[in-house]
C-alpha cells in the first residue's frame, strides 16, 4: 500500500465528513428526517475510510469494513425511500411553520420583524 492510497483515503474520509456536516446543517434548519440520515451514513462513511487509512488494510473487502459500507448505504437507502413515500402522513418544517407564523401576523396586522414595518 502506497502513502498517495492513505492520502486518497483521508481525503475521501474528509469530504464526507463535510458532506455530513451540510446534511446535518440542512436537518437543523428544516428538520426534516431525510437529512439526519444522510449525514449519519456519511458520517459513517468517513468511519471507514478513516479506519482504512490508519489501520492500513490491505484487502478492504475484510467483513468488519464491508460492514461500516454496507450500513451507510443501508440508512442512506432508508432516507431516499423515505423521502419518497408518499403515503406518509406530511408534516411542516420548521421553515414552513414560521413562514405560516408570519403570514398569520401579517394577516392579524402585526409586526413580524419589530421595526414597525409590516412584511
Not at 71 to 96: M, Q, S
Amino acid at each position: 500500500m502506497t502513502g498517495l492510497t492513505q492520502f486518497f483515503w483521508g481525503a475521501s474520509a474528509m469530504a464526507a465528513w463535510i458532506v455530513g456536516m451540510i446534511f446535518f446543517r440542512s436537518w437543523r434548519y428544516t428538520g426534516d428526517r431525510f437529512f439526519v440520515l444522510s449525514a449519519s451514513a456519511f458520517w459513517m462513511l468517513s468511519l471507514h475510510w478513516t479506519a482504512l487509512a490508519v489501520v492500513g488494510a490491505v484487502d478492504e473487502t475484510r467483513p468488519y469494513f464491508y460492514l461500516v459500507r454496507l450500513l451507510a448505504f443501508v440508512v442512506l437507502l432508508t432516507a431516499i425511500a423515505g423521502k419518497n413515500d408518499r403515503h406518509r402522513e406530511t408534516r411542516y418544517t420548521r421553515f414552513e411553520d414560521q413562514n405560516a407564523r408570519r403570514r398569520s401576523a401579517i394577516r392579524a396586522g402585526h409586526d413580524s420583524c419589530g421595526d414597525g414595518a409590516l412584511g
